[in-house]
Structure formats: structure tokens, C-alpha cells
């Protein structure tokens, strides 16, 4: 068998793009914004959420968001357009986004920014709801590779109440693109779980 070359890889990939359903289109850029192209090619890889090659500005690395320049990203986007997501910038000593997802019954997920790190979290059942909490734990640390993105915490609400929050985090350099995929994936993580654990649970909700 001839040994392969990379130019042969080349082509394999370009079939394989091609078959996807990516197109070719040529361009000419100049030479200082060769790397800019290529960071918007991997954005129009990823399926369409909006305006979004406009509102991350070519965002690199070593660019963060800010709660308000998330909140603007946000805006635009066609599924909080479509009331998908219901947005709301929360101001306070520390600014965060609300997002109330109607395609997931309403479920509320926060959207803050710490230092370096954009955090997701939403509750997932409140302690109280527990009815064997040693049992509950056992259950949710040996189902942790059941929610790929996600993991799960206790926490203490501003009102002195106890719940079980599921969350993830990323950087805050992440793209529109990573950041709009992991809130969903939260979503379905959260609704999935509160399916796996009901009969843990008591029936009564908060």
C-alpha cells in the first residue's frame, strides 16, 4: 500500500466537507487578516444562531466577554428574537443574565462571568424536595457521565434555602457558538436529570 502524503489528507478532508455539505468559496484577504478568516471559518462550520459573526467582532483568545457585551451577543440572536429564550440583564453588585427557556417548560438558567470563567447554573431540585438525601447523593455521583457538560452542586440561595444546582463552565474568551451550546445543553441536561431522579424526589414542587 503507497504511503500516504499530506496532501492526500488534504483531499480526504475536503471530501469529507464536501459530503457534510460545506461549500468552497475563494476569497482574497490581505495578508495581516489571514488568521481573522480563519477563525470565522470555524464559526461558519457550526449551525446558524443568529448574527453572530457581527456581534463577536472577530473575538480571539485573549478577548473576554463582559456581562454586556454578552447580553448584546445575546440580543440578536434569532431564538431570543423568537421569545425561544426569554433575555434579562440582571444589574447588582454582580451582573449577571437571566434566561427563561420556553422550549424547556420555562426553565430559568443564570449566566454570570467570574474572572476568566463564563458560569451556567440552573436549580435543579430544591433539598428540601429530597426524600433520602444519602440516597440522593449516591445516585447523582454515579450518574455524573450521564450529563455530558454538566455537573451538580449544593448550594445556598440568597433566602437561606438549600438546592442541588446543576452547572457548567467555560472560558470566558469561549465563542457565541460554545457558550449558546453549552446553556442548551444545560437545559437538557436539567430536564433529563429531573426525569432520572423523580423517584427520589417528593411530589410536592417549589
Request: hydrophobic share 45%; glycine share 4%; charged share 20%.
Amino acid at each position: 500500500m503507497a504511503r500516504k502524503t499530506s496532501t492526500d489528507y488534504m483531499r480526504e478532508m475536503r471530501a469529507r466537507l464536501t459530503a457534510a455539505g460545506y461549500v468552497k468559496r475563494e476569497l482574497y484577504v490581505l495578508p495581516e487578516n489571514a488568521e481573522v478568516l480563519r477563525d470565522i471559518e470555524k464559526v461558519l462550520r457550526q449551525p446558524y444562531l443568529g448574527n453572530r459573526i457581527k456581534l463577536e467582532g472577530f473575538m480571539t483568545e485573549n478577548t473576554n466577554w463582559t456581562i454586556d457585551t454578552l447580553h448584546s451577543a445575546f440580543a440578536e440572536l434569532d431564538v431570543v428574537k423568537n421569545n425561544d429564550i426569554k433575555l434579562t440583564l440582571i444589574q447588582g453588585a454582580e451582573p449577571s443574565l437571566s434566561l427563561v427557556m420556553n422550549q424547556f417548560g420555562g426553565l430559568p438558567i443564570i449566566i454570570a462571568i467570574a474572572g476568566d470563567q463564563i458560569l451556567v447554573d440552573s436549580v435543579l431540585v430544591y433539598a428540601s424536595q429530597v426524600k433520602d438525601p444519602q440516597s440522593f447523593n449516591e445516585t447523582v455521583l454515579r450518574s455524573r457521565d450521564l450529563f455530558p457538560l454538566s455537573s451538580i452542586g449544593i448550594e445556598t440561595m440568597p433566602n437561606g434555602e438549600t438546592v442541588y444546582s446543576m452547572f457548567g463552565a467555560l472560558s470566558a474568551a469561549s465563542s457565541l457558538t460554545v457558550i449558546v451550546h453549552e446553556v442548551l445543553t444545560l437545559a437538557d441536561n436539567v430536564i433529563r436529570a429531573a426525569d432520572a431522579y423523580e423517584d427520589l424526589l417528593t411530589v410536592d414542587s417549589q
